[in-house]
């Protein structure tokens, strides 16, 4: 199932896809020319060496008629060694002009996808965060890798080849009439015999092209799903039903490519016959030409060779057609994700956030849902505010709305009514990325990548030095792990960090949010992955740098909600208490109810022993 085709949010944003069961046409190639355009040098090299090709080939049959009317005789040697000489000539301009051709259009093709690819990648890193709650990761990829491919054979050889067979073809015809205006009559008359069901089955080609497309595309979708969560695939022994399931699906994009390429076959028969049987016939009309002595036996020839010429132009011209129209489908494809249009963007103009950052936060009757979720209120007019350098708990049980209000803040979705304030500025009227500089985060579920360590933590700041870097990680604890790897803060840690222990993963994360120095933290369960003696390492180093930050903290460990200056309970998208841990005890509400389930012991315990955990998990 195309995903970007059927999710509402994706037309919601102003998405241009087509309607299901739409045959694309070679015009969704046309937004694309201008990347081609770009390159006006390499392509004005390609046009000059196909029109010398083209002319070459064209001259070939002037010679071949010279040869044959004069007779191979004693009398006529000479003139017969200078026709070769000159036939020699022109097919060595003809194999100059054809790699030069050759050179021109496949790098210009290779140009092409590297600056489409380019692009598309730019646009998908914009997209926003409701785009990618109903998009899938694997087709996306399938779309930037497989997709481009089938462009480049469009924008390179598919094109030169088209318009150097369109050439021959237009010469050729044109040759035919000079040579013999009866036996071109009787080629132009066979024309529409062979251009209609060229015209015809194109739209058939086009449309199994597009169905073997999205088919590769769900199967690379499913692999990538997978193969990212291998660990958990053979930890349920679900190894056999998950390889089952991607050979049906490998076989289903299988079938629809032997459709595709059933109906360009066909089309290939069909033209080839026609286009051959048309000559035959002329020929036969020009051969009683020749017993009857109305033409020569080399102006024939001429005619004839000029006939294939054009019959293998045509014939060409159809399999290209069928290349173009396949490409068609991958442009359409592309071109609905280019058409996507986030949600959250830059307003024109923009504000300025305060430099240097207070970190004054204000919810003001925020009220969201997620565009996946509509019917669902994820907050519901919700108020709060935290006051520069301030720390504030954030608990409640789950699905409450405690990582919403990080996500709001973050500005990775927009509520649907109220506003939000950073230092007095409504974080819409601020340029998201200038808005993301003033706030770092550290998740639950940290997200390391597959590079160095190095580069791990200084994600996102490529300006820190080396030393910056080893300062955040001895902040973080993270220092003695990274020097005992094998090459210390060289090493390399593996797609998702997954040669790291979860408290790793953790740390470096950490160890990133410290280099950035932004005024606002946002900590949800920064220190759940730890054990305790590096819990107590990473806890002191959080409150050094939370000291001169903002801090809303989504609490699991009752160490942090003590520490908090104020705490937040958060049940059903509402702010139903507020205060410190001895005064919601106190109360006796949600907040010492969610207590209590942690606890086997009873309530006495809960006042007067802090050290277990206060809330269940966050979301």
Not at 247 to 270: D, F, W
Not at 329 to 353: F, Q, Y
Request: glycine share 8%; charged share 20%.
């Amino acid at each position: 199932m195309d995903q970007l085709k059927t999710v509402p949010e994706a037309q919601a944003q102003g998405t241009e896809v087509e309607a299901k069961g739409k045959k694309p046409s070679p015009k969704a190639l046309l937004p694309l020319v201008p990347y081609m355009l770009r390159y006006k040098g390499r392509l004005l090299g390609a046009f000059v060496a196909l029109t010398m090709a083209s002319a070459a080939t064209l001259a070939v049959p002037f010679a071949v008629r010279q040869m044959i009317d004069l007779g191979f005789s004693a009398e006529s040697s000479g003139a017969v060694n200078w026709s070769f000489l000159a036939l020699i000539g022109i097919v060595a301009v003809l194999a100059l002009a054809s790699g030069f051709r050759f050179y021109c259009v496949t790098t210009l093709g290779e140009r092409v996808v590297a600056d489409l690819r380019d692009t598309v990648f730019k646009h998908l890193s914009r997209l926003d965060a409701s785009f990618y709650d109903t998009a899938q990761v694997g087709e996306l990829l399938s779309r930037l890798t497989a997709d481009t491919v089938q462009m480049k054979s469009a924008f390179g050889s598919s094109a030169s080849v088209a318009l150097r067979n369109l050439f021959l073809f237009v010469g050729a015809i044109g040759l035919m009439i000079y040579s013999s205006p009866k036996l071109s009559a009787y080629v132009l008359v066979a024309l529409p015999i062979i251009v209609l069901p060229l015209a015809a089955s194109g739209r058939s080609v086009r449309k199994r092209s597009r169905q073997a497309q999205d088919r590769l595309a769900e199967v690379s979708a499913y692999a990538a799903e997978n193969l990212g969560a291998v660990r958990t695939m053979q930890a349920f022994v679900a190894e056999g039903m998950v390889t089952r399931r991607f050979a049906s699906a490998v076989e289903g994009a299988y079938e629809a490519a032997r459709g595709a390429a059933q109906a360009r076959a066909a089309l290939t028969i069909v033209i080839i016959f026609l286009v051959f049987s048309s000559v035959v016939a002329v020929l036969w009309f020009g051969a009683h030409d020749v017993l009857t002595g109305r033409m020569s036996a080399g102006l024939l020839s001429q005619f004839l060779l000029y006939a294939v010429l054009g019959a293998s132009a045509l014939g060409e011209l159809s399999q290209v057609w069928s290349e173009i129209s396949a490409a068609a489908g991958a442009a359409g494809r592309i071109s609905e994700i280019l058409a996507v249009k986030p949600r959250i963007v830059a307003p024109e103009p923009c504000l300025t956030l305060p430099t240097p950052g207070r970190g004054d936060i204000r919810f003001e009757a925020v009220t969201f849902s997620y565009p996946s979720r509509p019917e669902d209120t994820a907050l519901s007019s919700l108020s709060l505010h935290v006051a520069p350098g301030e720390t504030v708990a954030i608990v409640g049980p789950s699905g409450a709305g405690k990582s919403t209000l990080f996500q709001l803040l973050q500005r990775f979705y927009d509520p649907a009514s109220g506003r939000i304030l950073l230092d007095g500025v409504d974080i819409k009227q601020v340029d998201p990325a200038d808005l993301r500089h003033h706030i770092k985060s550290v998740p639950q579920d940290p997200v390391v990548f597959g590079i160095s360590i190095t580069d791990n933590i200084r994600y996102g700041a490529s300006e820190a030095s080396d030393e910056d870097v080893r300062r955040a990680a001895e902040q973080a604890a993270a220092d003695e792990f990274i020097r005992a790897l094998p090459d210390g803060y060289d090493t390399k840690v593996g797609e998702r960090g997954v040669t790291l222990s979860g408290g790793q993963r953790q740390r470096l994360a950490i160890a990133r949010a410290i280099l950035q120095q932004a005024p606002v933290l946002l900590l949800d369960e920064a220190t759940s992955a730890l054990d305790a003696e590096n819990e107590q390492l990473v806890q002191k180093a959080l409150e050094n740098l939370m000291a001169e930050r903002t801090t809303l903290v989504i609490a699991h460990r009752l160490a942090t909600v003590l520490n908090a200056d104020r705490i937040l309970v958060i049940e059903n998208g509402c702010v139903v208490e507020e205060g410190t841990h001895t005064s919601l005890i106190a109360k006796d509400g949600l907040y010492a109810r969610l207590a209590r389930l942690q606890f086997e012991t009873g309530n006495e315990l809960i006042k007067t022993q802090p050290q277990p955990p206060a809330t269940e998990a966050a979301e």
